[in-house]
């Protein structure tokens, strides 16, 4: 494991949009897959497969699983990176977890992460299996996050000219992200995929263009855990806010938190599959792997 310092990672975050922290999660990535398995063949009425025989990604799994939290809450220096970045500690908002790669075109997270301030928020992606250029690595426009902003205001005017912008909005969203594509386009940015090993961890800026690169080898899973992470009880809004950046808001919510290991995450009461099916997370044990029996991840 390579030596690690918490404000190199920052200033390469700062200034290429990304960083890429080894950060030793490997075998906390095998407890929460073999825990993924385990909670899937107790429940085979919930989990539908897709035509492709892979699951859609699933939404804040890690309030079923005790292990799959433990990527974020034990994962000491790409939190070490993510408090460096807030000025204080990060928690967590809401998880995404990938048995394929999303294949997602190029987009920033900002629309439905704003916080107020801006850019209060950070996107964490820690791959539980190892990722090549087979199976859909992430991809990223380095430097894209310092391109200045579009004219919101103009771009959703000509979406909705009355002025009454939605929380979420596909065509808003793809008019938006289109912009921004092609401002990097313009100014010669490159776009790269970001390959890593099982228990690496990629922290991206708010502004960031990414997304998730071409699989090359359908019959091969992409196991990984996105987490959107925020200072403790900041407020998170979409579309309607991102669009009326001067439009004052409340900065602080009033989540109701959970914490392990001195993190805190917020316990949204429900587990979605895909965005159609939402399961109440009591459904599920709290569970399978006994987390005794998992190593701790290593300490710097
Ligand atoms: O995991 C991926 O392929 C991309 C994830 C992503 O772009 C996102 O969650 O915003």
């Not at 386009?185 to 263009?209: A, S």
Request: charged share 25%; hydrophobic share 35%; aromatic share 8%.
């Amino acid at each position: 494991m390579m030596a690690f310092d918490a404000q190199e990672a920052l200033d390469a975050l700062n200034t290429d949009g990304f960083v890429v922290v080894d950060s030793d999660m490997a075998v906390l990535a095998d407890a929460a897959v073999a825990e993924f398995r385990a909670i899937e063949a107790e429940h085979p009425d919930l989990f539908k497969r897709e035509p492709d025989g892979r699951y859609p990604r699933l939404i804040n799994f890690h309030l079923a699983s005790p292990a799959l939290r433990r990527i974020f809450t034990d994962n000491e220096r790409a939190l070490a990176v993510q408090d460096a970045f807030f000025g204080e500690p990060s928690s967590l908002y809401t998880t995404l977890f990938y048995e394929k790669g999303s294949a997602q075109d190029l987009h920033r997270d900002t629309p439905y992460f704003t916080t107020r301030p801006e850019h209060r928020y950070l996107g964490v992606w820690t791959a539980l299996e190892d990722v090549d250029e087979e199976n859909g690595p992430l991809m990223v426009m380095r430097g894209g996050h310092l391109m200045p902003e579009e004219h919101r205001e103009a771009i959703a005017a000509e979406v909705f000219p009355d002025g009454d912008i939605p929380h979420s909005s596909d065509e808003l969203w793809v008019r938006y992200q289109d912009k921004v594509a092609a401002s990097g386009r313009e100014r010669g940015l490159k776009i790269e995929t970001v390959p890593v090993k099982k228990g690496d961890t990629i922290i991206w800026h708010p502004q960031l263009p990414h997304g998730g690169s071409v699989i090359r080898d359908p019959q091969r899973t992409r196991l990984s855990l996105v987490q959107h992470v925020t200072p403790l009880n900041a407020q998170v809004y979409g579309l309607d806010a991102f669009f009326n950046p001067n439009k004052t808001l409340p900065s602080e919510a009033g989540w109701s938190y959970e914490t392990s290991n001195g993190r805190s995450y917020i316990d949204h009461g429900v587990v979605g599959i895909g965005h159609m099916t939402n399961v109440p997370r009591i459904t599920f044990p709290q569970g399978m792997v006994p987390q005794s029996e998992v190593r701790p991840a290593l300490s710097h």
